[in-house]
């Protein structure tokens, strides 16, 4: 009798803990299934490493004159957003705002284009989109991250947002910077 009864609690002790085990896997796969992905703050992009390096003087000076015009943009303002359309082999029109990082964010939200890369400079970071030519920057072997995450969903009770951007239209054509 003392070994049926040894055995019963050997059991016992058996399924207690394999229902704890099942009790805690189902509590951690609740957990990971409700923490939604880390958003990137303009900490976080501070720490970065850039995907790219700037080449060509004429990326500086675009930069500089973009940064000359910042009464044209938001004052909490702290990212530069490039975007490069190339016309031919050395003609490019370049589409420059200086943005929040949240109207980042909501920009490529709402565009097709992809980032390509990100670049920290000055304590600004420059976000590089269309047509990235190897004339302007160096390619870093670094990843490029997803740095745009954004939880904003758009249903009927969270209409679309709006964003009026001021764009810089530039051209580069035959390695001279020109403004519109």
């Not at 943009?73 to 031919?88: A, G, M, P, W």
């Not at 420059?126 to 190897?134: P, R, T, V």
Request: proline content about 1%.
């Amino acid at each position: 009798m003392k070994l049926l009864h040894g055995n019963i609690s050997i059991a016992t002790v058996k399924g207690g803990l394999l229902r704890s085990k099942i009790a805690l896997l189902c509590f951690i796969s609740m957990f990971f299934y409700n923490c939604k992905a880390q958003e990137f703050t303009n900490e976080n992009l501070r720490h970065l490493k850039s995907t790219h390096q700037i080449k060509s003087g004429l990326i500086n000076e675009l930069i500089i004159r973009v940064e000359n015009k910042k009464e044209l943009f938001n004052k909490k303002s702290d990212c530069v957003y490039l975007n490069f359309k190339k016309k031919s082999k050395k003609d490019f029109i370049i589409y420059a705002s200086y943005l929040t990082f949240y109207d980042c964010k909501i920009l490529d939200y709402n565009s097709n284009g992809k980032l390509k890369g990100y670049i920290n400079h000055n304590d600004k970071t420059i976000f590089l989109y269309g047509d990235i030519d190897n004339m302007f920057f160096i390619k870093n072997n670094v990843k490029v991250e997803n740095v745009m995450k954004l939880s904003y969903k758009v249903d009927k009770l969270h209409p679309p947002l709006v964003l009026d951007i001021n764009y810089l239209e530039f051209f580069i054509k035959d390695n001279v910077l020109m403004e519109k």
